[in-house]
């Protein structure tokens, strides 16, 4: 692909939001929609140009093995499909519009971060029933680790190609809608059992006038069960969604419908693997330390723990029998001298 100058991305996104003001007076126009989506493709392939450029990170490389998907009919910014060969980022352009070129960027970053994090294997394992209340409070946790890493990236390497959107999720955030205080860059799962324990311990006092949980939302208000959106792998009614349609809704993403989380991990782990042999060593040489971390700990084969394996089975392997004159012969019985036997609850283990 030929580079895009900035004054081309100056271009597209006039471009963009002109055409998306046409669509608010007329979702049904065909021709706006088409030129919106050439104009954000457009911004998309410099985003990946730049990132690529950007050797010190590996989130250039991330995105050019994944395939863009432009989706009007869904009620969020982006999101990351990964039941597709290769994965699919999503994104609608009426929303990303609101959002400056760097706030695009750290958008992007951010949805790579969801996936070398193993994001949405685990949410599959802690949410099998898809439990929408439970999906809102796991991708609240989700989205403040990994924009507390984004942060702390720009802050501590001093990155200025991505900026902070005024409502990404942080665990600053978090903490003033659950009211309780949360430590900087920790795993979304420790996020999870703070806030799980919040939730639990206020739930009868958080009853609606029908009964239902609410919910914390943003800005401290309260959020209720019916104003989630759900999307399940990107099903959601068809049509045209703009961002005034859902403002003041929570809204809530699950990457995968039918995978099992251990599927999921093993088509995640593949695909950064991929993605991991691909790139020159000078290049990855070069990542910063936590990054690098967080692939050799996708990456990594996974550990027994060998002392609780034994502690689960050790009871259901048959042993031997002692004898004993506790306990009568059952063969004969009135011979007092010969010993009965009894199970042997001493087992032999070789390490």
């Known amino acids: 692909a030929s580079r895009i100058s900035m004054e081309d991305i100056t271009y597209y996104e006039k471009i963009l939001k002109e055409n998306i ?49 432009i989706a009007y009919d869904r009620p969020l910014s982006a ?4 039941d597709t060969n290769p994965f699919t980022i999503i994104f609608n352009p009426l929303f990303m519009a609101e959002y400056s070129l760097k706030e695009m960027i750290y958008i992007v970053c951010h949805e790579i971060e969801h996936l070398v994090l193993d994001h949405p294997s685990e949410g599959i394992r802690l949410n099998q029933t898809k439990n929408p209340v439970l999906q809102y409070k796991l991708n609240l946790c989700m989205d403040a680790s990994v924009n507390d890493r984004l942060n702390m990236e720009i802050e501590k390497y001093k990155l200025n190609m ?7 999720v942080t665990s600053r955030k978090l903490s003033r809608m659950f009211y309780t205080r949360l430590m900087e860059l920790q795993s979304f799962l420790h996020y999870y059992k703070i806030i799980k324990g919040v939730i639990d311990e206020e739930k009868k006092e958080e009853q609606d006038r029908d009964g239902s949980p609410m919910l914390p939302g943003k800005n401290g208000k309260s959020v209720d069960k019916e104003d989630i959106v759900l999307i399940i792998n990107g099903k959601n009614p068809g049509g045209v969604i703009m961002p005034s349609d859902v403002r003041g809704k929570e809204i809530i993403s699950l990457w995968t419908e039918g995978d099992s989380s251990s599927d999921s991990n093993e088509k995640i782990k593949h695909f950064i693997k991929e993605v991991m042999d691909g790139i020159p060593d000078d290049c990855r040489g070069l990542f910063p330390n936590y990054q690098q971390e967080a692939i050799n700990k996708l990456l990594s084969k996974p550990t027994i723990n060998w002392s609780q394996v034994l502690k689960k089975y ?22 007092y001298d010969i010993p009965g036997r009894m199970n042997n609850r001493t087992i032999k283990v070789v390490v």
């Open 21 to 69: 003001q046409r669509v608010r007076e007329n979702r049904k126009d065909k021709e706006a929609l088409n030129i919106i989506q050439n104009a954000f493709e457009n911004i998309f392939e410099y985003i990946k140009l730049f990132l690529i450029e950007k050797k010190e990170r590996y989130y250039g490389y991330i995105l050019m093995n994944m395939r863009l998907q």
């Open 79 to 82: 999101a990351v499909n990964t």
């Open 162 to 168: 991505m900026s902070n959107p005024n409502d990404a």
């Open 314 to 335: 050790i009871g259901l392997i048959p042993n031997s029998y002692r004898k004993t004159k506790m306990r009568i012969n059952r063969w004969q019985p009135e011979r």
